[in-house]
């Protein structure tokens, strides 16, 4: 199995873009979707984005993902920053088993 | 819309057992992958295992093989937990969630969870 690393936490301005990466420890970034959930305290995660960089109905387009094959990992991007955007994220793929990353915290300050 | 609502959380003794169920509806459960996701108080989440659609496939972390079973009823819409010997580490809110239609193993929906505590 491998592992995804997330920093432990982020923070920004309102206004700003944010870009939280995951790093995949073996094998290739590109040979499995990776996924992105945000979980805002006290509530359950929900997608934000889905297959490397596909958003979900619902989710505004400031919400942006991709791959980087180069540095092995994904990266999930959010652009004009709001205070409803502080929460956990964490990014998830799979190989036979589902592998989560350990979470990044968003503070919007 | 899709739901996914556990049941079956509480506190147990070390050792002790517990069964969660997750009843599922706006969806047809019989074509997905489900899953058990948990996350221990104030830590990040940690898969647990999963099912196939037909129950012909289950896999399972290495840090609850063999103490826990995942199974479902299709004809019931519900997905189960059947977890023995716990320990102090089982204590977390456990997830069950929707593969997608993709890949079984990619989360596409989440239930609110139940908390199972593992306490003497």
């Known amino acids: 199995n491998f592992m995804l690393t997330q920093p432990h936490s982020v923070s920004e301005s309102p206004g700003k873009t944010v870009t939280i990466s995951c790093t995949r420890s073996?094998?290739?970034?590109?040979?499995?979707?990776v996924q992105w959930y945000q979980q805002r305290p006290g509530s359950s995660p929900t997608t934000v984005i889905y297959?490397?960089?596909?958003?979900p109905s619902g989710v505004p387009d400031r919400f942006s993902g991709s791959i980087d094959s180069s540095s092995n990992s994904a990266s999930l991007t959010i652009s004009g920053l709001k205070t409803e955007d502080e929460a956990d994220y964490y990014c998830?793929?799979?190989?036979?088993?589902?592998?989560f990353g350990g979470g990044t915290k968003l503070t919007v300050l | 819309q899709v739901q996914l609502v556990e049941s079956g959380g509480g506190l147990v003794k070390p050792g002790g057992s517990l069964r969660l169920s997750c009843a599922a509806s706006?969806?047809?459960?019989?074509?997905?992958?489900m899953s058990w996701i948990r996350q221990a108080p104030g830590k990040g989440l940690e898969w647990v295992s999963y099912?196939?659609?037909?129950?012909?496939?289950?896999k399972y972390a290495d840090s609850v093989k063999g103490r826990f079973t995942i199974s479902r009823d299709n004809a019931k819409n519900s997905l189960y937990l059947q977890m023995n010997s716990l320990r102090a580490e089982d204590t977390a809110v456990y997830y069950c969630?929707?593969?997608?239609?993709?890949?079984?193993?990619?989360?596409?929906?989440w239930g609110q969870g139940t908390l199972v505590t593992v306490s003497s």
């Open positions: 297959e490397d960089n596909q958003r």
């Open positions: 998830q793929s799979y190989d036979s088993s589902i592998v």
């Open positions: 969630a929707r593969g997608t239609a993709v890949a079984g193993t990619l989360i596409d929906y």
């Open positions: 706006g969806f047809t459960f019989s074509d997905y992958f």
């Open positions: 073996s094998g290739s970034i590109a040979s499995n979707y």
């Open positions: 099912i196939s659609s037909s129950s012909s496939y289950t």
